[in-house]
């Protein structure tokens, strides 16, 4: 290794931030092309570069660079390629797989299922958070901790009417805020 390789990268271990900066700014480009020559996907192949330099510089300390780093660079981003490929070729596979079977709109379907139930969800929390504070202890301990309505007036040294009451409210707003949600079950 060169005498300047040498000192850039020792300046580089020691987390010299301004050699990290010169690297990037002129390796970059140039393995950002050279990626795009392995995986045909400019998208991919600047994700893969960027990744490879916030790699470089989390890891600088573990590096055993014996060849220029030029070359190390390179070695680095064709390795991340690689690497890539063969997720993109597993993925394919797996993709095809679901195809084939039939199954790949089931497996959409399950997935959009899946967000609308965390939207719903969501649009639930919000409703019961917006409760009067008595009505909500109550909804929330009736329902989410599946409690009588006995037990409720007991813990909160309520009448069982006044907890009927508030649970009576507590549906009935809930029914109103959540009767445009459009989710089908």
């Known amino acids: 290794m060169s005498e300047e390789n040498e000192v850039i990268l020792s300046r580089l271990i020691d987390g010299d931030i301004q050699v990290y900066e010169w690297l990037f700014k002129r390796y970059y480009p140039k393995l950002t092309f050279f990626a795009n020559r392995f995986v045909n996907d400019m998208d991919a192949a600047e994700e893969i570069t960027g990744e490879m330099f916030v790699v470089l510089w989390e890891k600088r300390e573990q590096f055993n660079i014996t060849s220029s780093i030029d070359a190390y660079l390179y070695k680095m981003t064709k390795n991340r390629c690689l690497n890539y490929l063969k997720h993109q070729k597993v993925e394919n596979l797996y993709i095809n797989y679901l195809q084939k079977n039939n199954l790949l709109d089931t497996y959409a379907d399950d997935t959009e299922k899946c967000y609308n139930d965390k939207e719903l ?23 989410y901790e599946d409690l009588k309505n006995r037990d409720i007036a007991v813990r909160l040294d309520l009448s069982s009417k006044t907890v009927e009451r508030h649970m009576s409210i507590a549906l009935e707003r809930l029914r109103k805020m959540l009767k445009y949600v459009s989710y089908v079950f």
């Open 121 to 143: 969800a969501k649009q639930i929390q919000v409703a019961v958070e917006s409760l009067p504070e008595k009505c909500r202890q109550v909804f929330m301990m009736s329902r």
